[in-house]
């Protein structure tokens, strides 16, 4: 299993409630697709900041999501162009329940 954190570092013109705008709006693209475990969406205002974070089935599955296409869409949703940062899970806990969030 690869993670995969994308970024997105704001300086004055953090907006929470957009960022919570896009993420809603954008959930309903990841449920379900192939290869992706799961993906969270979140926020720390007061570091002004947005991180995505993904857990993919496999590497291959992460890089080929991964394009320099995808990240210039993100750049132009999120107005700030993102880090992308790969990393290897040792290991997962999945306890299951409710999503949060809703």
Excluded at 28 to 41: D, T, V, Y
Excluded at 49 to 72: C, G, H, P, Q, R
């Amino acid at each position: 299993m690869i993670g995969v954190f994308v970024t997105f570092r704001y300086g004055d013109n953090f907006d929470e409630q957009a960022v919570r705008t896009i993420a809603e709006t954008a959930r309903a693209r990841f449920e379900g697709m192939p290869r992706l475990r799961s993906k969270a969406f979140t926020l720390n205002s007061e570091k002004r900041e947005a991180t995505n974070f993904y857990i993919w089935e496999s590497e291959d599955a992460a890089k080929a999501f991964f394009t320099d296409e995808l990240v210039e869409r993100v750049t132009g949703l999120y107005g700030v162009r993102p880090s992308v940062e790969f990393v290897q899970i040792a290991t997962l806990v999945e306890n299951g329940g409710s999503v949060y969030g809703r």
